[in-house]
């Protein structure tokens, strides 16, 4: 039925080759606008857009790449990242044109704007042109594919394209090698997409024909080759992280529909349902009803019954976040073809002009509702959390300013974080490379270095912003920046009270506030620094509050300044915050200190001693 | 019949490796007779590398000519007899390239001076072996398998274990496929020894930045500021923590001495008597400055533990210091042939006052 009617469209088509020309520039007139729209609505608001502190992360490990000029690349972080070295190839690409925020989230918007002419040209092929600008116009204007990562779009797209091609298509090798290549990147940007791989094979099997084999091996080959950078990359890891994501695909977690089916709304789960029935029912009803193989389906019958394993089954299977931005595509497609169906079932049934006017109000009702959709949800929508792009452009190029206006200072964030993997703004160090930033971790401490320094204050740490003013010179700007000059070396006369055996000295301390039940009291040590730590070594402090038996009644502990941040001749202060328990009995207590290694939790020694720990003096009394 | 061609090609292909194979082994071989060297150290699954059976060259070090040796027993010493014959008194010497004698002829070794004072000490003793067991760039760790998992064998009466500064670094043992497949080939084939000396010099130039990393003191040491300046000698002690600047970490010493304490537990088990001997950083003997980072402090700690576990230690600095004036150092670590003697005369002077010569004495009337 499908068959004859294409050969009938042919046939109208070619008696009519003027009005078809027309049509094909009135699609691709379409189709330019649908890209315009799609640039525009991610372009639009994109410099006030809220930057996750992981999407941060890895632009910052991407820099790095550029500025350590190394690759493999997420073996050097200690955040915890895990992602394959791929996202950071693509992330480094815009980044090595331009070194800013903007430059890596609009290219991410010129791979959506190209996954658009892709989607339509195979969609188009297959289910007819409705059906494609359909689709594309879903891909460019829905909420969630705006709000999706447009690199993921753009392979999701490509393997989609391959795949539905080779498989409904002619089986041409160039369309698996395309298939292969976008798996492999697709399912090292999201790895849930490996769950794609089994339903790859299973249609390869189902739809393999004579010929199909060596295009096979080619898409395989393609696959194995795009994977390559991402297993020299696990390798002197023992593909640890491989072996991890393996198992968590296969933890309840990820493996399980509940969660997934139960948080649905009805009008969602209804329209599923319904794309589940027309794209996996009614070829298989057709199919038993026909008696036919499956290559005898037509295109668009096999086009759906790929659809429907593609994108219904791994989307079932996976319960970890409702928005699959790598089946998108495939989804719109299974959503539009029976819209599309509707609309010339509509236009053949109605009186030509009625049909046209009813289809057009159709298209623009679904355009309205998109766009209010997008608007209300995305542009509309407030920044939540985290700084914009704009925001971090802008301080980011300030950051640059000011260090070249002052070329032997060194520059100092105290802010959210005590490191840059854990600071929203972490990735200052690398698009600032190669000056050194680093990070203090607000109302915990300072970071005094012998030379002069910028320090930038980030966050809320009145005792600092005092301090600052107090012995640095406010820059004029946006962001509040102090210059501190050259603190310079320790002079002979700073005795240490305590030496410990990883380099640290302790000059001095305070304590404040009332040694009393249920009080705060807050110690301020003073260190110097005179041994460099070694790469990956982590100290933390530890303040014990000590009774007269010696045993601990209260205790806080802390990283202070990071170890990372250590050099020799630094000055470091840090501060913790000691709550004594409600019920402290009467008598006198001793504040201890000391340092421990993390997170082995070994206590470092004095030098020239087996003891760990300095006692403050005097003890403190506490009458009740 | 398609499977009949795929064997044939493959069998073609096969064939067609084997020849090239068998010519370049036979072209290297016509080419360059002399060509190439054996290796001084091969691979192994246990220590990482060893010292190669048999090899034997005459090795240049600084500017100096000298024989390198190894028994088939993979020794830098003459053959050790084992079992170890009546009447000998035998002391294992384990260490590093210090132990080893580089740019020394092994009869001027610390290690054969020593056994020399002490035959001339000893008279009347039929036998004093002092065994060579040092390795180059061994650490503690390796040292200790070796002493476990060979050493022992040789019957030791006392392990004297050289210690230098850089001995916590650790080790990664090849795996076993790799460590057979490379020795047998190093054993066998000229092309294979020819082609892996060209991508090593490759892989040494393309990695100079690593090279350099551990050696990135070498600029500022040759300098010398560190004689008199305690910035300067401060910073080079920074600039070698992948090296010697290692005993200043506190992880590092509380590494070595994990493997002190399982050696002196070895020691009881085997029954033989143990030496510490702790070598200092040329640096450590010529400057005139002291640094915020305790100049002695590595060797204090050391001897400190070394005394509270009943170790017998030696601490060389002082002895080494007190000779400042003179030449006793070829590079920052390896000793001239002056440095070797007094170190041997400190070495002797140790074990006299840590009683193992009475031991001695002891077992020379047992067996009277």
Known sequence: MFQSNTNRRGAKAGASGQARGGTTIAALALLALIMAGAAYFRLNGLGETAVTLEQLTLLRLAARSINIEMLPLAGYTVSGITNPPLVLYLLALPLRIQATLWSAFSFQVWLAVAA????????????????????????????????????????????????MLFLAGKPRTAYLGLAGFGLAALSQLQWEAWLLLPMAALLLLIFRRPGSFRPTLFGILIFILSYLPYLTFEQPRAFSDLLAGWHGLFSAGVLSGRDHLSSLSVVMAGLFAA??????????????????????????????????????????????????????????????????????YLHARLDGRTGRILSTLAVFLLGCLAFWLVETQLVGASVADGRSIREI??????????????????????????????????????????????????????????????????????????????????????????????????????????????????????????AAPGQQLILQYTWHVIQQPRPRQHFHFFNHFLNEAGEIVAQEDGPGVHTAYWRPGDVLVTRFYLNLPPDLPAGRYTIQTGVYTWPELRRVRLRRSEETTYKLSPPLVLDR | MKRNQIAVNLFISAAAILFMAVVLEGGIRLLFPDHPQPDRFRLSTLLGWEWTPGYEAVEHFKGVDYQMKISTQGLRNELVVVPKPAGTYRILALGDSITEGPGVELQGTLIKILERLLAEKWVGIETVEVVNAGTGDYGTEQELIWLRERGVSYEPDLVILNLYLNDSRSFVPPASFTAAYNNFLVEHSAFYTFWRSLVRQQLVAQNQATTDFRFRFLPAWEAGGWRTDSKALT????????????????????????????????????????????????????????????????QYELVHFARQQGLPVLDLLPVLRAYNDEVLYYDQAHLTPHGHELAAEAIQDALEENQQVSKWEILKSMLK
Request: aromatic share 12%; net charge negative; with cysteine.
């Open chain 1, 116 to 163: 658009v002419p892709v989607l339509y040209l195979a969609a188009g092929q297959l289910f007819g042109r409705l059906a494609g600008l359909l689709a594309v116009f879903l891909l460019a204007f829905h909420p969630w594919a705006v709000a999706g990562n447009g690199t993921v779009l753009f392979f999701a797209v490509l393997v989609l394209a391959g795949f």
């Open chain 1, 275 to 344: 794309a589940l029935t027309y794209g996996v029912a009614i070829p298989l009803y057709w199919h038993r009803w026909q008696q036919i193989g499956w290559n005898e389906l037509s295109l668009r019958l096999r086009g759906l019954f790929v659809l429907a394993l593609w994108s219904v089954v791994p989307w079932l299977l996976s319960s970890l976040n409702p928005v699959k931005t790598y089946l998108l595509p495939a989804l719109f497609l299974l959503l539009v073809v029976p819209v599309a169906g509707g609309l010339t």
């Open chain 2, 235 to 298: 910073q080079l002690i920074q600039s070698a923590d992948q090296d010697w600047g290692l005993a200043w970490y506190d992880e590092e010493l509380l590494r070595i001495e994990g493997m002190l304490t399982e050696m002196i537990q070895l020691a009881q088990t085997e029954g033989f008597e143990l030496q510490l001997v702790i070598f200092p950083v040329n640096v450590q003997v010529y400057t005139q400055v002291d640094t915020p980072l305790d100049l002695t402090g590595p």
């Open chain 1, 393 to 514: 452009d802008a301080l980011i190029a300030l950051s640059r300013e000011r260090l070249a206006a002052y070329p032997d200072c060194g520059m100092v964030v105290l802010g959210v974080g005590n490191h840059a993997d854990s600071s929203p703004i972490g990735l200052l160090d690398e698009f600032v490379y190669p000056r050194e930033v680093r990070f203090v971790e607000q109302g915990r401490g300072l970071l005094l270095p012998e030379a002069c320094v910028l320090y930038l204050l980030a966050g809320d740490d009145p005792a600092a912003e005092i301090w600052l003013q107090v012995n640095g010179r406010l820059l004029p700007g946006a962001w509040p920046f102090y210059q501190l000059p050259p603190r310079g070396e320790m002079t002979a006369g700073s005795e240490p009270l305590a030496v410990w055996r990883n380099g640290l000295e302790l000059l001095d301390y305070q304590v404040e506030g009332t």
